[in-house]
């Protein structure tokens, strides 16, 4: 397997945005020079690091810590932070009450028909109270789980942080997910409370969401009590003594009440990621954790401060909803949300959203690059896009083309795109970019500091200069506590092929020439084609490269002479046409580039491919359908109409 194509260096720091940023203060301070330096030296000794990454993002403790980490029990179930007491809300919300914050913004929101509204972290504080002592009159106590199903609305920040200021356990649910995926996570986590919204707009319809959770509680004897908040206010179906309507609710209590102080290894959050096979996986996240290694990234990746509007194109469901709202609050910043589609009403619409609210961080996924990428250059050149600093992005590896059309139209060449991989149970990220070093196309500058992360081949041992599996060789706050009701399984995923070392699946390749990191994709996902190993990136990546396709998908499909074959999945932009002349162009293409025995065995034209809703292309589901397999969880899919296209191309 060959790395994705490394082109030229298209951005390097000026000193002006190097002495500035967050990542060079927190080096001075320590007498660190390089970044290498700083990698090596926060691997080699893992408490001095955590103890100053703390104290640099500034978390608030009741009592300090004894020990920065204790890994007595191994490193699979290292604690931290041992003896402190804290509550993340504490760090977020309590101490900017009556400090320099309490008038600045923590949320801007848009609703999709376009209204604004905004809160300070004082009035963010007075809701979450008002919620919290509802919720302890609804005899919520700590360690019980409450769900969350609701759409980007400031409220589901609010709902995050209730849950969290009295010690129960979030279990965040995707705001697209149908009855039987939440009951699945319901009953799982044997939840007491559900607070949902009544629905949401996307693409200028309301999508129901109490009518869904209804159907879902049917099967769910744990939950008692459903708070409803009325987003879309609507006819709803109604239970009586079980439902409970958010304003009448919290009307009568006051805008203060009390925090509860906690381990740091108390339980925060189960947050639930998609299985191949059998039920999703409940990662365990503690208030020590999660935010900690969320406003780490934030802070020494994408150089987020108090001055930062930060915009995640995002869902409560997916990692990145709770990461952005306890990183931007825990550093004092202010989170941007939004409940809709990207381009509805028009193909600009996150562009005005950027220009419209001064957002100065911006993250998507590459697959949304590439959709809105469809709709020309000139969509994004119409609005002030000025206010940006940093451009982010995660959830799949890039493709160079749309890395660069990001880049280009979107920072216009004069800001870094941060590259950002990690996953649910990491926290956050194991690589990424940061302001200090410079950038190629699809790049990472190394491992996120304190993440000890390597590239090691097939025999346990670090290689340079190949790709191999990426690894990491010390715990970090972040790291999941278990799965929830199953520690077994955490073991098997992510600790057992080789000693004391996470294999996370994902194939890496360090750059030995200029110590830039890549990511190909998912070891999982590897196609093997007469002996040789392929990445579904690097075909990906040439068929977006003709000016005919806007997305692909490639997968490898079982052949008795070759072991697998390459089949291929094609999106057209607008104005182009399927046709087997097209088909046959596309394979000559990716023969030219690859070689002739990886040409594809089949171009297949679909209309859509199947993805979840931060818009990543789930190459699983699209493998197991065109092969007549069982596809596993489809909790986290946005179209399932996506899935009979695919089905019909086996013919």
Not at 119 to 145: F, H, K
Not at 479 to 492: H, P, Q, S
Not at 511 to 520: F, Q, R, S, T
Not at 606 to 616: C, H
Request: charged share 25%; proline share 7%; hydrophobic share 40%.
């Amino acid at each position: 397997m060959q790395p994705v194509v490394i082109g030229d260096v298209i951005w390097e720091p000026s000193q002006e945005v190097i002495d500035r940023s967050r990542l060079k203060r927190f080096m001075d301070r320590h007498g660190i020079e390089t970044f290498a330096e700083l990698l090596r030296r926060a691997d080699d000794d893992i408490e001095w690091f955590w103890d100053a990454a703390v104290r640099d993002i500034d978390v608030a403790f009741y009592r300090r810590y004894d020990k920065v980490v204790d890994m007595s029990r191994g490193k699979q179930w290292a604690t931290w932070w041992n003896g402190a007491r804290m509550n993340v809300v504490h760090s977020c919300l309590d101490r900017h009450r009556e400090g320099d914050l309490r008038d600045k913004k923590a949320i801007i929101w848009e609703g999709e028909p376009g209204e604004v509204r905004q809160l300070t972290y004082r009035e963010l504080d007075g809701q979450v109270s008002r919620l919290a002592g509802a919720l302890r009159r609804l005899g919520v106590r700590p360690g019980d789980r409450v769900a969350i199903f609701m759409p980007m609305c400031p409220e589901v920040a609010v709902s995050v942080l209730a849950v969290a200021k009295i010690g129960a356990v979030i279990i965040p649910l995707f705001s697209g997910y149908g009855p039987e995926a939440i009951a699945t996570r319901l009953r799982d986590g044997e939840a007491k409370v559900l607070i949902c919204s009544d629905g949401f707009y996307r693409r200028g319809q309301v999508v129901p969401m109490k009518e869904t959770a209804d159907r879902a509680l049917v099967s769910c004897p744990s939950v008692k009590k459903v708070i409803v908040h009325r987003r879309v206010v609507r006819e709803i179906p109604w239970t009586h003594g079980r439902d409970e309507n958010w304003e009448v609710l919290l009307e009568d209590d006051p805008d203060r009440a009390p925090t509860e102080e906690l381990d740091p290894e108390d339980p925060l959050m189960i947050i639930y990621t998609s299985g191949t096979t059998g039920k999703p996986k409940g990662t365990l996240h503690v208030h020590g954790g999660f935010p900690i290694k969320a406003a780490q990234d934030m802070a020494h990746c994408f150089d987020v401060g108090a001055e930062d509007t930060v915009f995640w194109y995002t869902d409560l469901g997916w990692m990145m909803g709770p990461w952005l709202i306890f990183g931007t609050l825990l550093l004092g910043a202010t989170m941007l949300l939004y409940e809709g589609t990207p381009d509805h009403p028009g193909p600009d619409r996150i562009w005005r959203i950027v220009e419209k609210h001064r957002a100065t961080v911006l993250g998507v996924s590459p697959t949304l690059v590439r959709s809105l990428m469809t709709h020309g250059d000139d969509v994004p050149a119409g609005h002030d896009l000025t206010s940006l600093r940093i451009l982010g992005g995660t959830g799949e590896p890039w493709n160079p083309e749309p890395f660069l059309w990001y880049f280009n139209h979107v920072g216009g060449g004069r800001v870094p795109v941060i590259n950002y991989t990690g996953g649910t149970e990491i926290s956050g990220g194991i690589l990424c970019g940061n302001v200090i070093t410079h950038l190629r196309p699809c790049s990472f500058a190394g491992p996120v500091p304190g993440m000890a992360a390597d590239v090691l081949d097939a025999d346990g041992r670090s290689v340079r200069g190949e790709v191999g599996e990426l690894i990491i060789r010390n715990p970090w706050p972040g790291m999941t506590r278990g799965f929830w009701g199953d520690r077994e399984r955490y073991i098997e995923t992510y600790w057992s092929r080789f000693d004391n070392v996470w294999v996370h699946g994902d194939w890496a390749y360090a750059d030995p020439e200029d110590d830039l990191w890549y990511v190909l994709g998912r070891s999982d996902d590897t196609i093997k084609i007469a002996g040789k190993r392929l990445g579904p990136a690097e075909v990906e990546s040439v068929l977006v490269g003709h000016p005919a396709v806007a997305e692909a998908a490639a997968i490898g499909v079982p052949d008795e002479l070759k072991g697998e074959v390459l089949v291929c999945f094609v999106i057209l932009r607008p104005n182009h046409d399927p046709s087997p002349t097209l088909a046959r162009e596309l394979e000559d293409l990716v023969a030219s580039a690859l070689g002739k025995p990886l040409r594809p065995h089949a171009i297949h034209f679909v209309v859509d491919l199947p993805r979840t809703r931060n818009a990543k292309i789930l190459r699983r589901v699209v493998k197991s359908v065109y092969t007549g397999k069982d596809p596993g969880d489809l909790s986290s899919l946005e179209n399932p109409s996506a899935l009979a296209a695919i089905g019909a191309t086996r013919g």
